[in-house]
C-alpha cells in the first residue's frame, strides 16, 4: 500500500508541474495503445499552435494539424528542438493517421 501511494504521489506532482503552455512551445503526447501498434513510438512530438479560454491546446505534428484539442494533463514538454514542427500544414489529421504516418518514417 506504501508503494502504491508514492507511486500515485509522484505521478500527481509531476502531472502538475506545467499547468499552462505558450503557443509555439514543443509538447508530447501519448499515443493511446488503441491508436498503434505493438512496435510504434508510444509518443507523439507536437508543437502548440493556440489555446483556448479553458487551457484546451490546438496541436501540429510534422504531418498537420491535429483534428481534436488536448487538455494539459495530456501533455508533457519537449525539451529538445525538432526542425520538422518548424512548418506545419494546416490540413486536419486524426491522432491514429499521425501515429500510422509516424511509423513509416
Known amino acids: 500500500m506504501k ?3 508514492a507511486s500515485m504521489k509522484k505521478i500527481m506532482t509531476r502531472s ?5 503552455y ?24 507536437c508543437k502548440i499552435l493556440n489555446s483556448s479560454r479553458n487551457d484546451k491546446y490546438q ?7 491535429l483534428n481534436i484539442t488536448y ?10 528542438h525538432i526542425s520538422e514542427l518548424e512548418e506545419i500544414s494546416r490540413k486536419s489529421i486524426s491522432l491514429r493517421e499521425a501515429t500510422r504516418l509516424q511509423s513509416t518514417i
Open 22 to 45: 505558450n503557443i509555439g512551445e514543443l509538447v508530447k503526447i501519448k499515443i493511446p495503445k488503441e491508436d498503434r501498434g505493438k512496435t510504434n513510438r508510444t509518443h507523439l512530438s
Open 59 to 65: 496541436l501540429g505534428c510534422q504531418f498537420n494539424v
Open 16 to 20: 502538475s508541474k506545467i499547468n499552462k
Open 3 to 5: 508503494f502504491y501511494t
Open 71 to 80: 487538455s494539459v494533463r495530456h501533455l508533457e514538454i519537449l525539451n529538445t
